[in-house]
């Protein structure tokens, strides 16, 4: 390789984190995006350049919280305390939560138990006096409980995103079933619906073991305790000693917050479960063999038909109106 | 396949033969590659299932226009720091142009991870120091361009350029 081709190659790549930087940038203009098309279109080398400096820099990103960690010893800013360790992955995330974080927590006040319950198509947040929110989906309940040593919710059914304060003399325990989740501060979403608990963690660490009750009553093996890592799964039927933890995609998870579903191959039957609890009126699929049907897409939470319309563009059905609700028929004519 | 149902609708059209471009624009505004691909999927589905007529001055504004709507979509329900959030990326992470690469990393590939993780470090410790100092502030901590500008004293021009300079030494340093 010369020496000329060299320079051309380093002020190509240059020029495509130029544009990375700006396309990052919160001030980002039409105009300027006009212009990165035209910048990746004119020569074929500047759309590798800049596939090279944004692989660099989704995967820097993605280890931001390692690295970070890594470069602790010589650290930038004094006025980071302890919780830099749990939240170097967000210093956005840290500054929105920090007002709340040092807010004082009247220890006179008796410790009161609140219930919040959603109905179906319903989403509530809810902000919690010791700073941490909690978004509920639809069809959920729970019951919260502050205490001096303890922050305690009740999952009676239903799913929630929890984004916790970090305290670490007042640990945050949920209890969902047999089950209990244990966590200092981070964002995480518990799902416990019909004997199913899910917990996918999007931050943090979460800790999920047996409930005291569980832990006497079941095998050894039943009385493990597992540590939610960011991105990890825990599935577990309730009675069941078993626990299965997997990676997850929490953006997927978390969707339901933004009034989107995501979907990557996942079975139909799975989608219309969660379409049910957005809306009142009841899908049924006529043929139960059609819920094995895998699809993959997003689908818009507006209104309940124009949701069934983007559905039936992902998976071969077509919705016919009952006297139940909406029916789901195999559509064979638009297979692909 | 629902692609190309009506070839004849401009704004598709420039849709199908610009969707890597608005990939990999916004895979660096929302800084995922599976998130992008969402995004682009739902402005497919946006563009199907709108009203075809219309008059459309220029179809590739319009696209970029309404991707970045999209993101503003999105960044509304969703607070900023939740989408800069970047500790489950890795696990996501697709390839661009092809398919998905596998979702969970077995096991053994920990060690070679590890390995990786110390070249990143070295490779940002090794930054100039005002360029590392940026990309630290703005990427390791998750301040924006102009929140980095104000602790550094810097104008956000000056930010930008040193992001942009510690990006570029990166990508030199660490692509295959």
């Known amino acids: ?43 074929p080398a500047n759309a590798v350049a800049y596939d090279q400096v944004l692989s660099v820099t989704l995967e820097l990103e993605a280890a931001a919280p390692g ?24 210093g956005l995330a840290a500054a929105a939560t920090l007002a709340v974080a040092v807010m004082p927590f009247s ?18 947040t809810v902000r919690l006096a010791d700073g941490s929110v909690l978004d509920l989906n639809a069809g959920s309940a729970l019951s919260v409980t502050l205490a001096r040593d303890a922050r305690q919710v009740t999952l009676m059914q239903g799913e929630a995103v929890f984004d916790v304060a ?47 009750a569980a832990a006497a009553a079941g095998a050894a093996i039943g009385s493990r305790a597992f540590r939610l890592h960011p991105g990890q799964r825990l599935d577990h039927a309730e009675g069941a000693p078993d626990v299965r933890v997997s990676a997850a995609d929490p953006a997927q998870v978390f969707a339901w917050r933004t009034g989107r579903l995501i979907y990557r191959d ?25 819920a094995s049907t895998r699809v993959s897409g997003v689908l818009v939470l507006d209104d309940q038909a124009a949701v069934i319309r983007r559905l ?4 071969p059905i077509k919705a016919l109106p009952s006297a139940r609700g909406v029916l789901l028929r195999s559509d064979t004519a638009a297979k692909p | 396949m629902i692609v190309a149902q009506d070839a004849t609708d401009p704004l598709l059209a420039a849709y199908l033969e610009r969707r890597q471009s608005l990939l990999r624009f916004l895979a660096a505004r929302c800084g995922s590659l599976a998130v992008a691909e969402d995004l682009t999927q739902e402005l497919f589905l946006k563009l199907a299932g709108r009203d075809p007529g219309g008059e459309i001055g220029n179809p590739t504004a319009m696209l970029y226009r309404m991707a970045l709507n999209l993101m503003l979509d999105r960044a509304r329900g969703d607070s900023r ?63 924006s361009h102009a929140e980095t500008a104000r602790v550094m004293g810097l104008s956000v021009k000056a930010v930008e350029k040193h992001v942009s300079a510690a990006l570029k030494a990166l990508t030199a340093r660490l692509s295959p």
């Open chain 1, 1 to 43: 390789m010369s020496e000329a081709w060299i320079r051309v190659e380093d002020a190509r790549r240059g020029a495509a984190a130029d544009w990375l930087v700006r396309l990052q940038s919160a001030d980002l203009t039409e105009t300027e995006a006009l212009r990165f098309d035209s910048w990746l279109a004119v020569h």
């Open chain 1, 67 to 90: 690295i970070a960690r890594a470069l602790k010893a010589t650290p930038l800013r004094r006025s980071t305390p302890t919780r830099r360790g749990w939240f170097v992955a967000g």
């Open chain 1, 107 to 124: 220890a006179l006040r008796p410790a009161a138990t609140q219930t919040y319950v959603t109905a179906k198509g319903e989403h509530r």
């Open chain 1, 166 to 212: 970090p305290d670490k003399a007042r640990p945050f325990l949920i209890a969902a079933g047999d089950r209990t989740v244990r966590v200092v501060g981070t964002r995480f979403d518990v799902r416990r619906r019909d004997g199913q608990l899910s917990v996918t963690v999007e931050r943090g660490l979460v800790e999920v073991r047996p409930t005291e």
């Open chain 1, 266 to 290: 996942q079975p139909l039957g799975d989608v219309i479960a969660d379409l049910n609890q957005q809306f009142p009126r009841p899908i049924v699929l006529e043929d139960p063999a059609l």
């Open chain 1, 312 to 315: 039936a563009l992902l998976a």
């Open chain 2, 81 to 143: 720091a939740a989408a800069r959030d970047t500790a489950w990326r890795q696990i996501a992470r697709s390839e661009i142009g092809g398919q998905d690469v596998a979702d969970d990393p077995p096991a053994d590939e920990a060690a070679a991870s590890a390995q990786r993780l110390r070249q990143l470090i070295a490779a940002v410790q090794d930054l100039p120091p005002q360029a590392g100092r940026a990309f630290r502030l703005h990427k390791l901590e998750g301040l």
